[in-house]
């Protein structure tokens, strides 16, 4: 199935994978050239190094980011109170290289591409330019320097092949493609390094503090997510024998490397339990974590017993219905005024509701006029419609595209 898909990809199939993306309607034509020059590196890249459909990046998860750009799109569940990042166009071939790659060496050893891509875009947003900590970590990993030092000492053949340092101490990624390959070299080579005290000058505190805990919770959230969508657009599982092992070793090493206190091993499987738990109450699907493979036309939301509200936060970021196959939009609103005063807002100017005379479409702009006349909508399966802070929300199956500047 693999090579007959990269095979038959051509100008054609660009084109539909192209309105596939969360972003295509924001793209304008100088990106389309920009995309297709994408899309063609990575088919050739997944012919060229054998990569499994189960390893690939469904298109469905993909937003397209220009070379210029480091703007960034969210799926975000409210119910859940979580998002994740689409991965970018221009990092999507980078992601699957490193993945496959480490699979064939290392096995279920190597760590997910689902917790590689939660602990990237938790770190920097997938901003490959990003520094932080007064300006001490950088790339997409958030490679701390004292970190990039000790790794320096300890085996500088492998690590100059993915960093070095400038004249004045600074250390720098050699390339992008170096960021994203760092946490597969990185979680399995530390592993083997002094196993008491990975890192000099860490620090034995009582107990891990509440920003561990919460870096913890939010990058274990994150990877279930990934899981799941992984799932949803492609029915063969991923190989997770050890998922739960490397996610938690790639929390504390990245603890150790901050220089604060790693998680012991209990109080983990607590925060894991619990992320379980509440992802199964909030996001209402099938999926392969239960070791269960249906069919892709199954995959999708179960009818809850009882529809739960959520509300859009006042936060500056800009939230996005993204309606599911199988339903409308009226299901997603509490009445029909907020659907109403949603629609007619001004950045959902391509959509409306209306009713017909004589076969003719009347655009609602009141209900006053309405009466008892059949309401339609132009909105489809797909489309995404833009929701204003303070909405009410029903429905815990909704997924929300979040555009961040």
Do not use: C
């Amino acid at each position: 199935m693999l090579q007959t898909q990269v095979l038959l990809a051509g100008p054609v199939s660009i084109d539909g994978d192209m309105k596939k993306l969360v972003n295509y309607k924001r793209m304008v034509p100088k990106h389309y050239k920009e995309f297709e020059i994408q899309r063609k590196a990575l088919l050739k890249s997944r012919e060229e190094n054998k990569i499994p459909e189960n390893f690939q990046i469904p298109i469905e998860l993909q937003s397209f980011r220009p070379s210029n750009s480091v703007r960034y799109y969210v799926i975000y569940n409210p119910a859940f109170n979580t998002g994740v990042g689409y991965v970018p166009t221009n990092m999507v071939r980078y992601y699957e290289e490193e993945a496959w790659k480490a699979y064939q060496e290392l096995g279920s050893d190597a760590p997910s591409l689902s917790i590689v891509l939660a602990q990237q875009f938790t770190e920097s947003a997938f901003n490959p330019w990003a520094i932080g900590d007064k300006n001490m970590s950088t790339g997409l990993p958030q490679l701390y320097r004292k970190t990039a030092q000790y790794l320096y000492r300890t085996d500088k053949a492998v690590w100059q092949n993915l960093f070095y340092f400038d004249k004045k101490g600074r250390h720098h990624f050699i390339s992008v493609q170096a960021m994203v390959k760092f946490p597969f070299v990185f979680l399995p080579k530390v592993k083997q390094y002094n196993a008491e005290n990975k890192f000099e000058g860490v620090r034995r505190y009582n107990g891990a503090g509440e920003s561990a805990i919460k870096y913890a919770e939010l990058v274990m959230k994150r990877s279930l997510f990934y899981e799941e969508l992984f799932a949803e657009n492609n029915p063969i599982p991923l190989d997770t024998t050890n998922f739960k092992q490397n996610l938690f070793s790639i929390i504390n090493l990245t603890l150790l490397a901050r220089e604060q206190e790693p998680i012991d091993e209990a109080r983990l499987a607590q925060l894991f339990s619990n992320a379980v738990a509440e992802f199964y109450s909030g996001y209402v699907r099938k999926t392969y974590l239960q070791h269960v493979l249906i069919p892709m036309f199954e995959n999708k939301p179960i009818v809850a017993s009882q529809k739960t509200e959520s509300i859009i936060p006042v936060d500056g970021k800009d939230y996005y219905i993204i309606v599911e196959d199988g339903q409308v939009v009226y299901n997603y609103f509490k009445d029909a005024q907020i659907l109403l005063d949603v629609i007619n807002h001004p950045k959902n100017k391509d959509f409306f509701l209306y009713y017909k005379v004589n076969n003719k479409k009347i655009k609602i702009t009141s209900y006053k006029k309405v009466g008892t006349k059949q309401v339609y909508s132009n909105v489809k399966p797909g489309d995404k419609v833009y929701v204003p802070p303070g909405t009410v929300l029903i429905s815990p199956e909704t997924n929300l595209a979040v555009r961040i500047n």
